[in-house]
């Protein structure tokens, strides 16, 4: 390994990153981490008691300490939160690393977050939300991406062997 994670992904909340980053992991033979899970470690409390406690802001720069950390140390699988990629710094760092954005079409994004899940960002109109999110990230997503994968309508093994493929992991 370089000192850096093998490969990072990065996409929409929902869109199986804990999963297949999971799974790429194995094949690897390498760890998994995910920021997400880093923050509320940290933290003690959940992401969506981050946001209604403190705010969107101060969630923001928790989890950008925690990506840039995740980002220096970690040298398996990477999965980053939803939001990760709206702050410049983060985006920069992720400059010279195997990304692969996971992304998905609205209606298999509200079928896969659900309702009933604690989704601070999509509380009210979930489906017009999501559309609003990814109309604000999808080039941010695409913009650090090395390699895109569509999840819609696929397996998480099809997802992992797609991802596989697309940035060539076999020469890690």
């Known amino acids: 390994m370089s000192g850096m994670p093998a490969v990072v992904l990065v996409g929409p909340m929902g869109v199986g990153k804990s999963t297949v980053g999971r799974l790429l992991a194995e094949r690897l033979g390498v760890g998994f981490r995910d920021t997400d899970e880093d923050i509320v470690a940290a933290e003690g409390r959940t992401i969506s008691e981050i946001f209604v406690d403190e705010g ?68 009210v109109n979930p489906r017009k939300q999501w559309r609003e999110l990814m109309e604000a990230r999808r080039h941010l997503y695409e913009e650090v991406a090395t390699a895109v994968v569509a999840t819609d309508g696929r397996t998480p093994e099809e997802v992992t062997q797609a991802a596989w493929d697309a940035v060539e992991l076999k020469q890690v």
């Open 56 to 123: 969107e802001a101060a969630f923001r720069a928790i989890e950008k300490r925690a990506v840039h950390t995740a980002l220096a140390e970690h040298e398996g699988v990477l999965a980053l939160g939803g939001g990760a990629i709206l702050d410049a710094d983060t985006r920069a760092l992720l400059a010279g690393h195997r990304v692969v954005y996971l992304s998905m079409e609205v209606e298999e994004a509200v079928r896969r977050t659900g309702l009933g899940v604690a989704r601070p960002l999509l509380a």
